[in-house]
């Protein structure tokens, strides 16, 4: 009787290893468990379907002698799903290995089993990065203990695969392929939902593997493709509808900017004329104010030529101030004129030269924290907040305490995940910078919740997303016997679960220096 290569596998991964994975890519136990269960047949199955083709067997056979695939790696999967370099190597080996089975439409897959259990798509990719020479060692192992050393023995094996497979098919992988399979196609495939199904039927009815298995991954990535035209079909829309209102409103400015230079020239030339008035009714009297009068003209001239000049670019977003300094008048020169009439007039006021504009120096903001550390790394961060309190701790006299704590400020996790957000990367780095600085220092992580859901919920959410923050550590080179974690879910509030706000405040991860 054949072995349920997919049974022995679960076996395998179960219990510590599922939470210690499960912690690894930043998901719940729960979820990691789903996906596991998903990934395994997945992967298994893609084994399988190699099996009916001679080139495809050979490869294959070769890549398990060569690569010695021998079921060694299930002999120690407590410490390689605990992370750090071996687990990421791992990883990196499963990712390399994934392709070479799937081709180029093993992001389809990590997408299917992604969406199958509601976990991230780096995650999925992560766990099946891990599992995958798992699954070859399995396969590896079983052809070790039945002495077999062909690869038409190792065709049988997979083949007798097919029926344990039968019902561990992700469904989600059927309902996509019977969506997108053509007529001619189905024709081609025997009118099977999929390759896996496919093989699993007949080798129920004769005992034989199919011998000409459709592609599921070319089906897979004509979907993928579909559904990537009408994304972008939207895209264009929408670019098309951005561009015609950006249009629109550029001439709308155009023609502000052309009516506010007509109207400040219309000024302009209204005060000139006025002088221009003023200065015939003075000469007609003696020209005695002649000189003040071309002066003040002039500065009237120059004044309503600046206005026009000062009309903001509408293709500039922002000007820098600028200093106006007021034009200086000479004072006339004495000159003869012949006898005029003593007329009594009252002198031209005295031109005002415009304030000029003040420029204000940019303030500095006395709220940023800044430093560099020893190896050259910059710090900067809020004066009062996480980073700044926990560095002056370690640089400080004061000594360690089990009841001084310090919160993060800059941690976000996706709703009831253990999912790091991005934005969260720069007090990850900070931390683990400063750790690298001072590597005398430990440190432990505790997580806390609101109290909205069940305790044992809380709890276990609170650990992982400790043991998510603690592998962001390590995975920028921290070394894990450096940090303990502890999930205590709505305990120790630090605010009431009244309000909103007060959940917000015990949705949080703590951090205290256990060493320094």
């Known amino acids: 009787m054949s072995n349920n290569l997919l049974e022995s596998l679960k076996q395998h991964l179960s219990g510590d290893v599922v939470s210690n994975l499960a912690a690894f890519i930043g998901e719940s136990p729960a ?113 070790k203990i039945g002495g077999t050393n062909s690869a038409s023995g190792l065709a049988s094996l997979l083949s007798d695969q097919s029926g344990f497979l039968k019902d561990a098919i992700p469904a989600g992988l059927s309902s996509l392929l019977t969506g997108v399979i053509s007529a001619d196609a189905a024709a081609t495939a025997g009118n099977t939902i999929s390759d896996f199904d496919k093989a699993a039927n007949q080798s129920d009815a004769n005992g034989t593997a199919p011998t000409s298995p459709t592609n599921t991954a070319t089906i897979v990535s004509d979907t993928l493709v579909s559904i990537d035209d009408e994304i972008e079909d939207e895209i264009e829309d929408i670019a098309e509808e951005t561009s015609s209102s950006a249009e629109n409103m550029a001439e709308d400015i155009d023609k502000s900017v ?162 790091i957000k991005e934005e969260s990367t720069i007090q990850i780095n900070d931390i683990a910078e400063i750790l690298k600085a001072y590597p005398k220092v430990k440190i432990k992580i505790g997580g806390y919740t609101d109290n909205t859901g069940k305790a044992n919920a809380n709890k276990t959410l609170s650990d992982n997303r400790a043991k998510a923050v603690k592998q962001a550590l390590v995975s920028k080179g921290i070394k894990g016997d450096r940090i303990e974690t502890e999930g205590y879910g709505s305990d120790n509030s630090v605010a009431s679960n009244d309000t909103p706000e007060g959940q917000q405040k015990n949705r949080r991860i703590d951090v205290r220096v256990t060493e320094k």
């Open 31 to 143: 979820n990691t468990a789903s996906a596991l269960n998903t990934a395994l047949p997945t992967v298994l199955a893609g084994l399988v379907g190699q099996g009916t083709d001679s080139n495809s067997i050979g490869n294959l056979f070769k890549l398990l002698s060569e690569g010695n695939h021998d079921g060694g790696v299930l002999s120690n999967l407590g410490a390689l799903s605990r992370g750090g370099d071996e687990t990421a190597k791992l990883v990196s080996e499963g990712r390399h290995l994934l392709t070479s089975l799937f081709g180029d439409n093993s992001d389809a897959i990590t997408d299917l089993i992604a969406n199958a259990n509601g976990i991230g798509k780096k995650a999925t990719g992560s766990l099946l990065g891990f599992i995958t020479p798992l699954v070859l060692g399995m396969v590896g192992k079983n052809l």
């Open 258 to 419: 052309v009516q506010l230079d007509s109207q400040r020239i219309e000024e302009s030339k209204e005060f000139s004329h006025s002088a221009a008035v003023a200065i015939e009714e003075g000469a007609g009297e003696g020209g005695k104010f002649l000189p003040w009068i071309l002066i003040l003209a002039a500065l009237a001239l120059a004044w309503g030529l600046l206005k026009s000049c000062s009309v903001p670019d509408p293709a500039t977003n922002a000007t820098a101030p600028t200093t106006t300094t007021a034009p200086s008048v000479a004072p006339p020169q004495e000159t003869s004129l012949p006898p005029a009439a003593p007329v009594v007039a009252a002198p031209p006021p005295t031109p005002t030269a415009p304030e000029p504009a003040k420029v204000e120096a940019p303030a500095t903001d006395s709220n940023i924290f800044e430093k560099t550390l020893s190896d050259g790394y910059a710090i900067k961060s809020a004066k009062d907040g996480f980073v700044s309190k926990l560095l002056g701790f370690i640089e400080g006299g004061e000594a360690v305490s089990k009841d001084l704590w310090f919160t993060m400020d800059g941690i976000t996790f996706d709703t009831n995940k253990a999912t």
